[in-house]
């Protein structure tokens, strides 16, 4: 596990309008997030820190269980936790994290 941790501005590296659920619905899905982005760090065991701050649309429920609940099911909750981190010193970084692990521990529940 690298001690290295990446800062990672979601609305610059990403997209400020997160998507849908999958790609076939439209753009910015979080099954492209997850392909395209959490894969490579879960894959290398680097820490990536989420910094949402810019983002100008919220993050609908299926964005976040597809992104966040469907890494965390085929990696597992530690390893979630190791490598996921979210940059929370503001309010809208707060709000995100809560939400992206309700979606995370529902969809780590639904998996037992």
């Known amino acids: 596990m690298s001690n290295i941790i990446e800062k990672y501005n979601f609305a610059e590296k990403f997209t400020p309008y997160p998507g849908p659920r999958f790609k076939e619905i439209g753009e910015f899905s979080g099954e492209e997030f997850?392909?395209?982005v959490l894969?490579?760090?879960?894959d290398k065991n680097m820490p990536i820190e989420l910094n949402v701050d810019d983002v100008l649309l919220s993050f609908g429920p299926s964005f976040l269980s597809e992104a966040f609940g469907?890494?965390?099911a085929l990696y597992g909750i530690e390893k979630f936790q190791k490598i996921i981190k979210v940059k929370n010193d503001t309010e809208k970084g707060k709000i995100f994290e809560k939400k992206m692990m309700e979606y995370v521990l529902h969809e780590i529940e639904g998996k037992k």
């Open 70 to 72: 469907q890494i965390a």
């Open 34 to 36: 997850r392909e395209t």
């Open 39 to 42: 894969k490579q760090y879960f």
